[in-house]
């Protein structure tokens, strides 16, 4: 029989632009932080909040699922919003005969950081939101636009740990360019 495993190695969306950001992240001094956090498993959960499926998926998964819109639950490993890799069968097996969607999405989007002290004010150049700490905050989450492109915004638990950008692959390249170039103000 003959093989039919994949033998091509994963190649992320921004792999070509790694030096690059790494560029940005040394000139700019220590003022904002951009990278590709490739290849996190991100899965499409949609369920009854207040249902017992909802209690069940969050006792498997270690994690009180978000009851309230443009929030964000972490406990260890896990984001409660988009899971890590492995975790969809354990959400379809806890969920049991109640209505529940799981979509593993992960191909679709790649993840950006951007952090450091002026990540706020670098992302304000290209988004609407209001991005003061007292509103959107750790624990805070938004679909959004930035640069003219249709993102999730993350705020992460620390300030200092920045902000995930989650863009679909195929704008992944045309949103790290406008990043960096509006990011040239502390980059020199």
């Known amino acids: 029989m003959a093989e039919t495993a994949l033998t091509v190695p994963l190649r992320s969306p921004l792999s070509h632009a790694a ?3 790494a560029t ?40 009180q699922l978000p009851t309230a819109p443009c929030t964000v639950v972490r406990a260890g490993e896990l984001t409660a919003l988009w899971l890590r890799r492995g975790l969809e069968s354990r ?28 990540a706020r004010d670098l992302l304000a150049h290209g988004c609407s939101l209001d991005l003061h700490p007292r509103v959107f905050g750790p624990g805070r989450c938004a679909q959004t636009t930035l640069g003219r492109t249709q993102i999730v915004l993350v705020a992460r638990d620390d300030p200092r740990a920045g902000f995930w950008v989650l863009v679909r692959s195929s704008f992944a390249g045309y949103l790290t360019d ?7 103000e502390w980059t020199g």
């Open 24 to 63: 940005a992240t040394r000139t700019s001094g220590g003022a904002i932080r951009l990278a590709e956090l490739p290849f996190l498993t991100q899965l499409n959960v949609r369920l009854d909040p207040k249902g017992a499926a909802a209690d069940a998926v969050g006792l498997a998964l270690g994690l």
């Open 178 to 184: 406008w990043l960096l170039d509006a990011a040239v």
């Open 91 to 118: 959400i379809r097996e806890a969920a049991g005969d109640e209505p529940v969607s799981v979509v593993d999405v992960s191909a679709q989007r790649t993840t950006l950081l951007v952090a450091g002290p002026r």
């Open 19 to 21: 030096g690059r950001l």
